[in-house]
């Protein structure tokens, strides 16, 4: 599984640390995405789930503070830090995990910080099982080929005894505009203008496949890239994909949009149920 680089994970911290209040906004609004995936009403959580998430997230975080059991795996280096800072500042998230005994402790307990990591394959060979696993920010896309995707999504099918939450763009009804280049991104960090540009090369002789560019500008400064390997993920793959791993119940939840925290591309949300 693909990665960002180092400098987009120091664009992260910047962004979450430069304005913790807005961070957790936007976490709420992330959080409660999921919240209505799962038919939970705001500010009602009668059931507590354990949860799995690939990469950690601002939504992973989200819904550790609602009480609920959240590991996370796929994360890079420190990242786990700069996430549990944020949510540590945060009065209102010291005071939900004071109701709940043992909550921190299960959050971010594997955390990938080199290709010898936890993975997938381990939680399976753990028989690890989740109520809920959280593949967001397009996980399906960060892989070289069609057989690396399959073969992850059977593997999210033996951990997921419950549903699994994703996040796609529809590839297939992109402009061609949309298909180069997302729109720029602009966010105020420590009272200086930073710019925010994600665009793709596309591999010419396999279409499905292209190098994501990521740039970060601060004013006219260069001040990080990043350029990582994908491949797009179509909805009826997913489908085809999740079926012959054993997943029912494909469902796009068409009222529902996710943004990452440095992208301005609404994804669609998708849920698959696991028996």
């Known amino acids: ?11 992260m911290r910047l962004i979450m640390e430069s304005n913790i209040k807005k961070t957790l906004e936007i976490a709420e609004v992330k959080t409660a995405i999921i919240d209505s995936v799962l038919g939970i009403q705001k500010g009602k ?21 609602r009480g609920h059991k959240v590991t996370a795996i796929y994360c890079p280096t420190g990242q786990r830090d700069y996430f549990n800072k944020v949510y540590d500042e945060s009065k209102m998230f010291r005071d939900a995990l004071s109701k709940i005994e043992d909550a921190k402790s299960n959050l971010f307990v594997k955390i990938e910080e080199n290709v010898e990591g936890w993975t997938l394959q381990d939680e399976i060979d753990a028989g690890n099982t989740y109520d809920i696993v959280l593949g967001l920010d ?45 729109l720029p991104l602009t966010i105020n960090i420590n009272g200086k203008q930073n710019l925010f540009i994600n665009h793709r090369s596309w591999n010419p002789s396999d279409r499905q496949c292209y190098e994501n560019h ?15 390997k994908r491949r797009t993920m179509f909805f009826k793959q997913l489908a085809k994909f999740s079926g012959d791993a054993g997943g029912t119940g494909f469902k796009i939840h068409k009222n529902l949009f996710y943004k990452p925290l440095i992208n301005k591309t609404f994804e669609h949300v998708i849920s698959i149920d696991y028996e």
């Open 214 to 228: 990521w740039l970060h500008i601060e004013e006219d400064k260069l001040i990080g890239t990043s350029t990582t």
């Open 138 to 182: 397009q996980t399906m896309t960060w892989f070289n080929t069609e057989d690396e995707q399959r073969e992850f999504i059977k593997q999210v099918g033996q951990v997921t005894k419950g549903t699994f939450i994703t996040s796609l763009v529809d590839y297939k009804n992109q402009t061609s505009q949309s298909r180069m280049a997302d």
């Open 45 to 65: 959580h009668p059931k507590t789930y354990n949860i799995l998430s690939l990469g950690c997230s601002v939504v992973a975080t989200g819904m550790a503070a």
């Open 1 to 11: 599984m693909n990665d960002h680089q180092e400098d987009y994970q120091n664009a």
